[in-house]
């Protein structure tokens, strides 16, 4: 069964830094592009960032580009989301998740190609 935990998360201050990692189990880790995506209250959860199954390319959203950085280790399972320069706004709960193999690099910023997600962690920042 797959299984995605994100850890990670907490309270911040404006300005701060997390790490976020996604541990990743039943599944044939390398095969599969990785996403991380975030939700607010009242809000449609909303791409962050993904990375392609070998690590080669990345893919970040305009409102934290330059400020995250995403990364794979393929031996540990993992993936990663370091986040710098943080703002109030990035307030959410933030979601690892999997796209179907049947979807393209394309296609991983949209939410409905993702067959699973995580619990989610929660990352506040204050002003």
């Known amino acids: 069964q797959v299984q995605l935990v994100e850890s990670g998360g907490g309270l911040v201050q404006a300005g701060g830094s997390l790490r976020l990692s996604c541990a990743a189990s039943g599944l044939t880790f390398s095969s599969y592009n990785m996403g991380w995506f975030r939700q607010a209250p009242g809000k449609e959860r909303e791409f962050v960032a993904a990375i392609y199954w070998s690590g080669r390319l990345t893919d970040y959203a305009d409102s934290v580009k330059g400020r995250f950085g995403m990364s794979r280790d393929n031996a540990k399972n993992t993936v990663i989301l370091q986040m710098n320069s943080l703002k109030p706004e990035d307030t959410a709960v933030y979601y690892c998740?999997?796209?179907?193999?049947?979807?393209?690099?394309?296609?991983?910023?949209?939410?409905?190609?993702?067959?699973?997600w995580g619990q989610g962690t929660q990352v506040t920042v204050s002003s």
């Open positions: 998740g999997l796209p179907s193999r049947g979807s393209s690099w394309s296609q991983v910023r949209v939410a409905q190609v993702y067959d699973y």
